[in-house]
């Protein structure tokens, strides 16, 4: 059964939600703040009998200041999102912690095949196992996932992780997750890829030492 994809469940995924978070109080502050001085200004400027409406050119210094300054406070925020976001960046994309094991991804019309390592914990030898639409993690563990497409762009999607990648054709991308709950949840394909991108979504299997140990021997 596929649980819960709202839930933040890597080790970086609380990095990115805070960073959704700050970015939705800023700008929220900003608009709601526009939007009552725009209408602070509709009320106190109506028209009224007898006043005659003045044409105002922005050139005074008293007009100028209610462009400058808020564009001037406006850009300081951004320097304090943009902040958050490059350490965000650095750590999710730009860091790759040691492995604990190494996996492979690849996205194709219209399925994701995966290759785990076998009994003997190496990539790339005979005891390989090779999943469609089905990769088994370990809880607690990082992984290191080498991400490639056969065809067309994909982007490999875990939603509990925050995790989204771009798979291009002919390139090799590594990017990296730790998850930190058990549990079964969905992987997606979040880049349009054809007639069959509806259709093309797997699961991720975030098993316990003991059961994954014993999905490896199994296969």
Request: one cysteine or more.
């Amino acid at each position: 059964m596929i649980e819960n994809n709202i839930a933040a469940l890597s080790s970086y995924a609380g990095d990115i939600d805070g960073l959704i978070s700050l970015i939705s109080v800023i700008v929220g502050f900003w608009f709601f703040l526009a939007q009552g001085v725009f209408f602070w200004f509709i009320f106190k400027f109506r028209a009224k009998s007898g006043v005659k409406a003045q044409y105002i050119t922005g050139e005074l210094k008293s007009h100028k200041k209610w462009v400058t300054i808020p564009h001037f406070l406006v850009l300081g925020f951004d320097i304090i999102i943009l902040v958050f976001a490059i350490r965000v960046w650095v750590h999710v994309k730009q860091t790759l912690p040691e492995p604990d094991s190494i996996i492979e991804v690849t996205g194709q019309q219209w399925a994701w095949s995966f290759n785990h390592p076998g009994p003997d914990g190496e990539l790339g030898t005979d005891d390989d196992i090779a999943t469609v639409d089905e990769l088994h993690v370990e809880v607690d563990k990082t992984y290191h996932f080498i991400l490639g497409a056969t065809d067309v762009l994909h982007s490999f999607s875990v939603p509990v992780f925050r995790l989204k990648q771009d798979a291009i054709p002919g390139r090799e991308i590594t990017g990296w997750f730790e998850a930190t709950e058990t549990g079964t949840f969905d992987i997606q394909c979040a880049e349009m890829c054809g007639i069959g991108h509806g259709v093309m979504f797997g699961r991720i299997i975030v098993e316990s030492a003991e059961d994954h140990a014993s999905w490896v021997a199994s296969n």
